[in-house]
């Protein structure tokens, strides 16, 4: 315990001498002050007293406190902390695990009777504090401002620590085991962001297939519901053109389902760093009661989506939108905590002990 | 006989099964002594202080360190280590890093605060104990490191050319503190290129070449075995071979007819011949010096190939 208590003040004493760090402390205090300078009224929202007459942005539509609270998800969260602050964090501690193993350093630190997972593990566990402390900085910074500006004292906001921490020690366990194996920083730094962005783009092509995938089954149920329709207004009536649809749509549905197949198995034993975030989404605006405003945001951009591409949602053609979103929505929520969390646990447990193994056996 | 601080009857070091790092390597190190492991460059010193204190695994490691088997994690708490080389963090001032240091060992609070005091007034680092290392010269970071292996206030310490880097002030200084912790009942480990400075404080040596030990014993007994006279004759006329010695030499270019002879005879009866031919000849005794051989000359004798007479080549035999 005394070795591992050293270990997390050496740690806090190496990135606090590092400019990044308080480079980092100072975006977030920007961040935080930006968050602080954005108000709401009456007539709009304010950004630096400037006002911004947006329409259905305003106090009559949204209370003051839960637009803090959508903004701090949306800026604070999603922007700035699941990306931005997670980025300069990696930047900083990139060099913790190179640093632990480069000549002059480890030898002094394995001949003291510490064993070498432990040492590893606390270096692990040190940098991640270290994080999550930062992330308690600006979640208390954020709660002060939401209660003060927006008058209400939303605990929830606080949610975002464990989770962002957790998103954030994926990574940084990816980092760490990279930093061991090749001693370089930069190499670390880069092969990170780089498995960061696949996971991201991983991501992204499953939720776009699934969403296909979801919208033709949601095709087939309404042609089959108007083919049910037809039938019975008229038994002889000729639905072959129906039919025909049918056929293409579970012909869509068969390749999508297995090009979806493959990127769910992949994605399912990879680190979900996207939908570790959105958890947040789902408790704290749940928490704020802010779940409808959110929605009207998803629908609103999905609408979007759809009028960029001028068909129906997701290429489907006879769904109704609002059902192809439910369903979509239903499928996503519907993808449990261990799903989430615990499968991306596994996979940084397995590249912890990856990482463990490489340093146990590895000579100085 | 009473227990070894370090007993090794079997250490051996293989790289992807190839390069033989060390072989068989057997080594007593007695409690309390200053112990000094020599060899060239990549003779496998370095290698097998790093076995000892964990940091490289070896392929076999037979014998014990401070009475627990070679690996022992909790022995090394009693243990103080400063490698070759060694990097303290940059930005640690020199007592917290003697403090970390400590900290990592298993030493109290109370206990490290109150060790690194003494070992930084005892380093010369008093006035300098809360500045950043980051700005110490390569011999204050040396001293600095040394009362960083010596918070834990271990029973026995390895030192990898503790004196690299330090002027000559300084290396005095760290001569005299190995010595005081001899006196205090340490053992000390030694690994040094410098025979010199080896030379002045061990008690015992082992010389190491292509991961084998050729030579180990007192210091003593290994110069004795191979002392020498040197004798200083001045001739009238030309120089003259004396029974039992080598070549004469002239030293003196301005003066051609002092010659000097080495008598390769620990005892000085073996001069006695030499001296009696050289004035039945007309020659003055000028001197004779008892010689000891210096550790230089054991040295070069063992790393030498006796039959071609070249020295061997260093590094790890394949």
């Not at chain 1, 050496?10 to 480079?23: A, G, M, N, T, V």
């Not at chain 2, 008093?126 to 960083?148: C, Y």
Request: aromatic share 8%; hydrophobic share 45%; proline share 4%.
């Amino acid at each position: 315990m005394r070795a591992f208590t050293a270990i997390l003040i050496d740690i806090y004493r190496e990135l606090s001498s590092k400019r990044l760090f308080w480079l980092s402390l100072g975006l977030s205090t920007v961040v935080v002050a930006a968050f602080a300078m954005v108000g709401i009224n009456e007539k709009g929202m304010t950004i630096f007293g400037i006002l911004l007459e947006i329409p259905f942005v305003n106090s009559t539509v949204l209370e003051p406190g839960e637009f803090y609270k959508l903004v701090f998800y949306a800026l604070g969260v999603r922007f700035w902390l699941a990306w931005l602050a997670c980025l300069l964090a990696l930047v900083a501690s990139a060099g913790l695990f190179p640093e632990l193993v480069s000549s002059g350093t480890v030898e002094t630190l394995l001949s003291k009777p510490i064993l070498r997972y432990q040492l590893y593990l606390s270096k692990f566990v040190g940098g991640l504090l270290f994080t999550a402390l930062q992330i308690t900085m600006f979640c208390l910074a954020s709660f002060v401002v939401i209660g003060v500006r927006g008058d209400a004292w939303e605990p929830g906001v606080f949610l975002a620590i464990p989770l962002v921490t957790l998103l954030y020690s994926y990574l940084f366990a990816i980092s760490a085991l990279i930093g061991t194996v090749t001693r370089s920083g930069i190499a670390a730094l880069l092969l990170t962001v780089l498995i960061w962005g696949f996971l991201f783009s991983l991501n992204l092509s499953e939720m776009l297939v699934n969403s296909f995938r979801i919208a033709q089954i949601e095709e087939i149920a309404a042609i089959d519901r108007l083919v049910a329709t037809q039938r019975e207004k008229d038994v002889a009536v000729d639905t072959s053109d129906l039919t025909l649809e049918r056929e293409e749509a579970v012909s869509t549905l068969a390749t999508l389902s297995k090009a979806h197949q493959i990127l769910f198995i992949t994605k399912s034993i990879l680190p979900k760093t996207e939908e570790t975030a959105q958890l947040l989404q789902r408790w704290t605006v749940h928490a704020a009661n802010l779940e409808a405003a959110a929605a009207d945001d998803e629908d609103e951009t999905q609408s979007k989506r759809s009028r960029r591409r001028g068909d129906g949602n997701f290429g489907t053609t006879r769904a109704r939108e609002r059902d192809v979103t439910a369903a979509i929505e239903r499928d996503q929520h519907g993808r449990s905590l261990w799903w989430v969390v615990g499968t991306s646990l596994a996979f940084e447990a397995a590249v912890l002990a990856w990482g463990c193994r490489v340093f146990s056996r590895r000579d100085f | 006989m009473p227990e070894a601080a370090i007993d090794l009857t079997s250490v051996k070091k293989t790289y992807k099964g190839q390069i033989h790092a060390l072989r068989e390597v057997c080594v007593r190190v007695e409690r309390g002594e200053i112990f000094g492991l020599l060899g060239p460059n990549g003779s496998g010193k370095s290698t097998l202080v790093k076995i000892l204190l964990t940091v490289v695994k070896p392929t076999l490691a037979q014998g014990t360190m401070l009475g627990r088997p070679i690996g022992d994690k909790a022995s090394l708490a009693r243990v103080g280590y400063l490698p070759e080389q060694h990097r303290l963090p940059p930005y640690l001032t020199a007592r917290q890093a003697v403090e970390f240091s400590g900290s990592l060992s298993g030493v109290s609070r109370v206990d490290r605060r109150r060790r690194a005091d003494e070992l930084l007034e005892t380093v010369g680092l008093r006035d300098w104990k809360d500045r950043r290392v980051s700005g110490f010269s390569k011999g204050m970071r040396q001293r600095a490191g040394l009362a960083a292996a010596l918070v834990n206030d271990p029973q026995l310490v390895f030192l990898d050319e503790p004196t690299d880097g330090v002027d000559p002030v300084g290396r005095k200084e760290i001569r005299d503190l190995l010595v005081k912790m001899r006196s205090e009942g340490r053992t000390v480990f030694l690994n040094s290129h410098l025979l010199s400075e080896a030379e002045q404080v061990c008690d015992r040596v082992a010389i190491l070449l292509q991961g084998r030990i050729v030579t180990q014993g007192h210091l003593n007994d290994l110069l004795q075995l191979k002392g020498r006279y040197v004798l200083q004759v001045r001739w009238s006329g030309s120089i003259m071979e004396l029974p039992g010695c080598e070549t004469p030499r002239v030293v003196d270019q301005a003066d051609p007819l002092l010659a000097h002879y080495i008598i390769p005879s620990s005892e000085p009866q073996g001069a006695q011949a030499a001296i009696d031919f050289a004035r039945a000849r007309g020659g003055v005794i000028e001197s004779l010096t008892a010689e000891r051989q210096r550790l230089e000359d054991l040295f070069m004798r063992a790393v030498t190939d006796p039959i071609s007479g070249e020295a061997l080549p260093p590094g790890a035999a394949p």
